[in-house]
């Protein structure tokens, strides 16, 4: 028996360089798909972003307008009091024309 024989029937292990590109290979998959789950998540998230802007941009015009509708209803509310003072302090003789001349034409 030739003790050569003995290690060369022996099985042979793969390289250490071998099984390391082999493990690099397997890391590839998962990492596309870490990939593409962060950027499917940022797709989201800049698709909710953008919703929330268009929302925020609604809320501010609708604010505008009813800030606008009661400054127009205090001015009307303000001129209606005076009118009314008004139209008590004069004897009721004259009301009807001081009324006919406050009006716009």
């Given at each position: 028996?030739?003790?050569?024989d003995?290690?060369l029937?022996?099985?042979t292990?793969p390289?250490p360089?071998t099984?390391s590109?082999?493990k690099?290979?397997?890391?590839?998959?998962?990492?596309?798909?870490q990939?593409?789950?962060?950027?499917?998540?940022?797709?989201?998230?800049?698709k909710a972003?953008?919703?929330?802007?268009f929302?925020?941009a609604?809320?501010c015009d609708?604010?505008?307008?009813?800030?606008e509708?009661?400054?127009?209803?205090?001015e009307e509310r303000?001129s209606s009091q005076t009118?009314?003072?008004f139209?008590?302090?004069?004897p009721?003789t004259?009301?009807a024309?001081?009324?006919?001349?406050?009006?716009p034409?």
């Amino acid at each position: 028996n030739d003790p050569n024989d003995g290690l060369l029937s022996a099985p042979t292990f793969p390289s250490p360089t071998t099984s390391s590109e082999h493990k690099a290979k397997g890391k590839r998959g998962p990492r596309k798909n870490q990939n593409e789950k962060y950027r499917l998540k940022y797709l989201r998230l800049r698709k909710a972003a953008r919703a929330m802007i268009f929302e925020n941009a609604a809320l501010c015009d609708e604010v505008a307008h009813i800030e606008e509708k009661f400054l127009r209803a205090k001015e009307e509310r303000r001129s209606s009091q005076t009118e009314c003072c008004f139209m008590t302090s004069v004897p009721s003789t004259q009301w009807a024309s001081a009324a006919r001349a406050s009006l716009p034409a």
